[in-house]
T-cell receptor
């Protein structure tokens, strides 16, 4: 399974964009990048996923580099409720049923 | 379809008893569900993959006779912690795979405390 590397923690000012980086230099061609976040004592919440192209939804944008070795999750206007642990996960081939292996994630603190 | 529920949300039991946790996908069918465990200040650890109508696949180091998994329908998987001990106290989280959206959705978790 491809491993990911994320900063342990980050701070962001409320109202500003939060850019969360993730390195996945050993990613294979058929492996997707998924982002989830976990607010304390809750189950992880799905944010976004992608393979090669940049993706955007109502929550965030995902920018994947052309060589696919890294990606950035962008929360365009961070609020205090975005304070959470953010997990970048490389999922193995779908034949394995979408198995996800969680790393340590990035603890994002949004400050007033 | 992205809603997954768990029941109970919190359970306290005596050492040596068994506890059953239910995981339901409410608005989609899931042939595959997953069970995770999370200790304080740690990340989620995958315990097993639950496939509807077949035996679960356990991750290395997870005792299959202690953590019984049943996936009897496309919307329900259960995890039974047998002969629970204090070291089994943890936050148990399930997820369900939605093949249509190609995404796993997580339940809210179950806090198990074994006295």
């Amino acid at each position: 399974d491809a491993k990911t590397t994320q900063p342990t923690s980050m701070d962001c000012a409320e109202g500003r964009a939060a850019n969360l980086p993730c390195n996945h230099s050993t990613i294979s061609g058929n492996e997707y990048v998924y982002w989830y976040r976990q607010i304390h004592s809750q189950g992880p919440q799905y944010i976004i996923h992608g393979l090669k192209n940049n993706e955007t939804n109502e929550m965030a944008s995902l920018i994947i580099t052309e060589d696919r070795k890294s990606s950035t999750l962008i929360l365009p206007h961070a609020t205090l409720r975005d304070t959470a642990v953010y997990y970048c996960i490389v999922r193995v081939d779908q034949n394995q049923g979408g198995k996800l292996i969680f790393g340590q994630g990035t603890e994002l603190s949004v400050k007033p | 379809g992205a809603v997954v529920s768990q029941h109970p949300s919190r359970v306290i039991c005596k050492s040596g008893t068994s506890v059953k946790i239910e995981c339901r996908s409410l608005d989609f069918q899931a042939t595959t569900m997953f069970w995770y465990r999370q200790f304080p200040k740690q990340s989620l650890m995958l315990m097993a993959t639950s496939n509807e109508g077949s035996k679960a696949t356990y991750e290395q180091g997870v005792e299959k006779d202690k953590f019984l998994i049943n996936h009897a329908s496309l919307t329900l998987s259960t995890l039974t912690v047998t002969s629970a001990h204090p070291e089994d106290s943890s936050f148990y989280i399930c997820s369900a795979f939605n093949g249509y959206t190609d995404t796993q959705y997580f339940g809210p978790g179950t806090r198990l405390t074994v006295l």
